[in-house]
């Protein structure tokens, strides 16, 4: 296959098993120039294929990069003409998966919360502040992790490709190239059993077993030992509609080091400080190569699915070879404070 410059299609090299991506997309936050008569919106509604999220401005953009630009590949504009009235009541069209969404979000409030607490339980982030005030030498501007919550995203756009057997009744219409009714069928089974087989690691650990990769066995260590179990499963899996295309996303906190012996909320006589552990902290590190700078690996993958034989078959099943196109993203996304977290969505 000839080599590309595009970023989405081209292949990491062998010395970068995953390599970061400067995006070619316009920015997603455009600020009014100055002297614009224009305001920012304070509040988006969102309509992600018919279910509407209102989402606040600085809590969307708090969001990973990698998210955004799946939001909005072609960049938003995140200000209105001062001269419109009424309230932030415009709505953006956005074709990406709401389940998806709400996984991001939930996950997010969750994982904020936690960090930082609410107004009447104390978060590990206050723990850590009473470790950085007792050691001058934990230098928080240095090193984010000891006042943010660190967040691992792995996304995973999967496209498939059946292959049919000489004779097969799904086949294609060599006279108007269009896929029959069998053949579409076919593509969509495919799809159901590729969406069944949600282990996060599999295909790559089965691609490093067939090619000897050390570096995508390393990929997968660091990946590992920083938050993620090896039979981890995706958090979000689906197929992309009119399209042989699957989406996955998975989403595990960051193991920085810092271990709290006790929980945030323990009685005070009970409460122990606390402590750093180096050598995974120093791992967690690693991973801030990837803070703002999504990194993106790609690689091919055949594998065997079991589907109806055909629309007519009555329970009867076949082997058929799939050949998938694996792009994985990769990035770290730090969780700063914010206040309002409630979210909720509407569908029309």
């Known amino acids: 296959m000839a080599a590309t410059s595009n970023h989405i299609t081209s292949v990491a090299p062998p010395e970068g098993i995953i390599t970061s991506v400067v995006p070619d997309s316009p920015p997603v936050y455009d600020a009014p120039q100055n002297g614009a008569n224009q305001q920012l919106l304070s509040r988006?509604?969102?309509?992600?294929?018919?279910?509407?999220f209102p989402v606040d401005r600085e809590q969307l953009m708090l969001l990973p990069e990698s998210v955004l630009l799946g939001l909005f590949p072609q960049g938003l504009i995140l200000s209105k003409p001062a001269s419109s009235e009424g309230a932030d009541d415009g709505i953006f069209t956005v074709d990406f998966d709401p389940q998806c969404f709400q996984y991001i979000l939930d996950f997010w409030a969750t994982a904020q919360t936690s960090f930082y607490g609410t107004p009447t339980t104390p978060g590990y982030f206050h723990?850590?502040?009473?470790m950085c005030q007792s050691d001058p030498a934990l230098d928080q501007q240095s090193n984010p992790l000891l006042s943010k919550q660190a967040i691992i995203v792995l996304r995973e756009e999967l496209e498939y490709f059946s292959i049919t057997k000489p004779g097969a009744e799904a086949r294609t219409n060599m006279m108007t190239g269009l896929a029959?009714?069998?053949?579409?069928?076919?593509?969509r089974n495919c799809g159901k059993a590729l969406v069944?087989?949600?282990?996060?690691?599999?295909?790559?650990?089965?691609?490093?077993?067939?090619?000897?990769?050390?570096?995508?066995?390393?990929?997968?260590d660091m990946l590992c030992m920083s938050g993620f179990e090896r039979d981890d499963e995706w958090g979000f899996r689906a197929c992309e509609p009119a399209r042989n295309v699957i989406s996955s996303m998975a989403l595990v906190l960051l193991k920085t080091g810092i271990i709290h012996p006790t929980p945030p909320d323990a009685p005070p006589e009970q409460s122990q400080a606390p402590y750093i552990d180096l050598d995974q902290i120093n791992t967690a590190q690693k991973l801030l190569l990837f803070w703002r700078k999504p990194a993106r690996k790609c690689w091919w993958d055949g594998i065997e699915v079991e589907v109806p034989a055909s629309l007519k078959s009555k329970g009867e099943m076949i082997?058929?070879?799939?050949?998938?196109?694996?792009?994985?993203?990769?990035?770290?996304?730090?969780?700063s404070l914010y206040v309002t977290m409630y979210f909720f969505t509407l569908r029309f």
């Open 127 to 130: 723990a850590q502040q009473t």
């Open 180 to 187: 029959n009714e069998e053949l579409r069928a076919l593509r």
């Open 44 to 52: 988006l509604n969102l309509d992600l294929r018919g279910t509407l």
């Open 319 to 335: 082997k058929v070879k799939v050949w998938a196109r694996r792009v994985w993203t990769l990035e770290l996304s730090l969780v």
């Open 196 to 220: 069944k087989k949600r282990r996060i690691f599999t295909a790559l650990q089965r691609n490093v077993n067939k090619e000897n990769n050390q570096a995508e066995q390393h990929l997968i």
